[in-house]
């Protein structure tokens, strides 16, 4: 990773945008990587607004070619505002304003960009989508889903370096649940561990998994005093989602352990 990749790794959404507009071809390694962790959420609305799977995967490729083209930069000023935001008053614009009328002209322009598995978002797409049926909630809990995995690969990136990676694995499923003292004992064994270094690893995990969703959330945004109400918002979907990705709610009610 270069420099400028490492510094635009840890900051805001909006820096890398005003960089992309300065110097693309320096900025777009990282710009790709932003949109790379945040495409889900594009997909998903494609498909509750009623594209068909190949049409949703043809916009959703064509939406993302333009954003690193800088094609939408040029069109929208993204400053002092949410990514999120940003990301889907974009994308209704390019539905409504640019795909729509391009499929009458032409199709499966094949538009092949980013290296994004289309497979695994229209599983969950199918999964999720019957217990709600707006786009707009559906956009955000895929949102939310994207802020998730996106702090698990962080973590799994750094367990992995230190060489405990079957640690992380065993610990994480785990990391939103109240464990008993004989299910401690089980992970004891089969990570050839005593009970208490379970118990000292699974705190420090959860602080951060805490931390690392704070960092990630806040390079989504402009302003960093709207961390806790965006949370909150996010925490606020996930509880209307049946379950799903509960994650975050219980990492929310974590976020000082680390401060």
């Not at 391009?102 to 538009?111: D, E, H, I």
């Not at 640690?167 to 994480?172: A, N, P, R, T």
Request: with cysteine; charged share 30%; aromatic share 10%.
């Amino acid at each position: 990773m270069t420099k400028s990749n490492q510094y635009f790794a840890s900051t805001h959404w909006t820096l890398i945008w005003k960089a992309a507009k300065e110097d693309a071809h320096q900025s777009q390694p990282a710009l790709e990587e932003l949109i790379r962790c945040y495409w889900p959420p594009l997909y998903s609305f494609a498909r509750q607004r009623g594209l068909s799977r190949e049409d949703a995967e043809d916009a959703t490729q064509e939406f993302l070619s333009g954003l690193v083209r800088g094609e939408v930069l040029h069109s929208a000023d993204p400053a002092k505002g949410k990514f999120r935001s940003f990301l889907l008053v974009a994308w209704r614009r390019f539905l409504i304003d640019e795909y729509r009328r391009r499929q009458t002209q032409r199709r499966g322009g094949n538009v092949k960009l980013l290296s994004v598995d289309f497979g695994t978002s229209e599983k969950q797409w199918l999964e999720i989508h019957s217990r709600d049926s707006n786009p707009d909630r559906l956009f955000n809990l895929f949102w939310a889903k994207s802020l998730l995995d996106e702090v698990r690969r962080r973590l799994k990136e750094i367990y992995d370096r230190r060489d405990r990676g079957p640690l992380f694995d065993e610990l994480l499923p785990r990391v939103t649940e109240t464990l008993t003292q004989t299910q401690y004992v089980d992970l004891a064994e089969r990570l050839s561990l005593s009970p208490s270094a379970v118990k000292v690893a699974m705190h420090r995990l959860r602080q951060r998994f805490g931390q690392t969703l704070r960092e990630v959330v806040l390079e989504t945004l402009d302003d960093e005093s709207e961390i806790d109400a965006e949370l909150s918002e996010l925490r606020s979907v996930l509880a209307g989602a049946a379950g799903a990705f509960d994650d975050l709610s219980a990492a929310q009610s974590r976020k000082h352990d680390s401060n």
